[in-house]
């Protein structure tokens, strides 16, 4: 059995209840977090700590909890959970009225939630054993706040039922501009000549931590170079190799988007090496 924290116990996942009146359910008025764990050992706990932070404030959500709260939360989790490779949920809407109405609610407790799930083991560095990834692309119709990791995930929904409807992964999403944004659960990179590019940071995308700590690697190491600037679909349509990166993934290569194949249809080298210093340095986050 699943055990989960609930504003402030450990109970079966089963026996957790909330009222319908959480402005989480009604609204989608929260903020998540997915923090992968392995064996006990969570991976970037202070970046994904500081952005529920930065989400929280960025929508007027106080919460009077520091780093060592979550991390004690996390770590209680893990264990109860078996501590084998799981993914870490946490979540904080602005708790429940006792009525429905848009204006924050004063004198309302916040609803802290936390839960674990399976996730596979991380993946190596061997293109034999590596999962690949087949993705379809859409215009991005989400809200312009999507630097917020909001629990209001419906577009993110939609997106990704696009592509799993035509019989894939995932959905590379595009700007009215025809740039790349991210993925419907993920951030993206492509590769041309060697050099790694992603789009930069701002409203259109997740600040992604699989994102971060890969350009931090990358660009620590040096032997790969990365660019941060916009990508236009006919760069994705032309690329090498594409990615998309998130904390269960790490880095997932894609071998074909909207049916066609990317590059030679197959794994790339950059990608062999990206994920080989991804799994050497993971930890160091
Ligand atoms: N998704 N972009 C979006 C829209 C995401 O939902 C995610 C993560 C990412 C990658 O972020 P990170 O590297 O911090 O996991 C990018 C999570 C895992 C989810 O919703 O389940």
């Given at each position: 059995m699943s055990i989960a924290f609930l504003n402030d116990s450990y109970i079966p996942i089963t026996e957790a209840k909330i009222s319908p009146l959480d402005r989480g359910f009604l609204f989608g008025d929260g903020i998540y977090e997915v923090i992968p764990s392995y064996q006990g050992k969570l991976l970037g706990f202070k970046a994904h700590i500081d952005r529920m932070l930065d989400g929280l404030s960025g929508i007027g959500l106080k919460l009077n909890w520091s780093h060592s709260d979550w991390q004690d939360m996390c770590e209680k989790l893990a264990v109860q959970n078996g501590n084998g490779n799981l993914g870490i949920y946490l979540q904080v809407s602005r708790g429940a009225d006792i009525k429905r109405y848009h204006a924050f609610p004063e004198a309302v407790s916040p609803t802290v939630f936390g839960f674990t799930f399976d996730i596979p083991s991380p993946p190596v560095a061997d293109k034999n054993r590596a999962k690949s990834y087949t993705v379809s692309t859409s215009e991005d119709?989400?809200?312009?706040?999507?630097h917020i990791k909001s629990t209001a995930l419906l577009g993110n929904v939609l997106h990704f039922q696009e592509g799993y409807d035509q019989g894939n992964d995932e959905t590379l999403l595009y700007n009215k501009r025809n740039e790349l944004t991210e993925a419907s659960a993920c951030n993206a990179f492509i590769v041309k000549d060697g050099v790694v590019i992603t789009p930069p940071l701002g409203n259109q995308l997740l600040p992604g931590i699989t994102r971060n700590m890969l350009v931090d690697i990358l660009r620590k190491d040096g032997s790969i170079n990365v660019e941060e600037r916009v990508v236009t679909m006919e760069e994705v349509r032309g690329a090498d190799e594409v990615w998309i990166t998130s904390s269960t993934k790490e880095i997932g290569a894609v071998v074909s988007v909207d049916d066609a194949p990317v590059g030679d249809g197959k794994i790339g080298d950059v990608w062999l090496a990206a994920q080989a210093l991804f799994s050497s340095h993971k930890y160091d986050y």
């Open positions: 119709l989400r809200w312009q706040r999507c």
